[in-house]
């Protein structure tokens, strides 16, 4: 019951989630795409499927951010939410199968 649940979840998100392409402004975009990337990837925490470099990703598009080097946090943030999404789908893809570190 929890996975279907959590698979809702997914879909929901993933159609209803923030379009950073709405945002004007690089710093808007920016702003928006860190915060996707940061929702998108604490399903997959929950999911225990997170891969490794989303988090340094998600600090390094926030520290950039921050020294208002748009470009640069927007790229790092759109990679953080690509990995993020593929870690879901990953999980999506192989909930059937036994996984020994679960256990």
Request: aromatic share 8%; net charge positive.
């Amino acid at each position: 019951m929890m996975k279907i649940i959590s698979y809702i979840l997914i879909v929901i998100f993933q159609f209803f989630s923030i379009d950073p392409v709405l945002s004007n402004t690089l710093e808007g975009k920016s702003s928006a795409l860190i915060k996707e990337a940061k929702s998108t990837n604490k399903i997959a925490i929950k999911l225990k499927n997170e891969w490794r470099d989303v988090r340094k990703l998600i600090k390094k598009a926030t520290k950039a951010h921050a020294d208002k080097d748009y470009e640069k946090s927007i790229n790092l943030a759109e990679q953080a939410l690509n990995q993020a999404k593929m870690s879901i789908e990953q999980h999506n893809k192989q909930k059937g199968n036994y996984r020994f570190l679960d256990d």
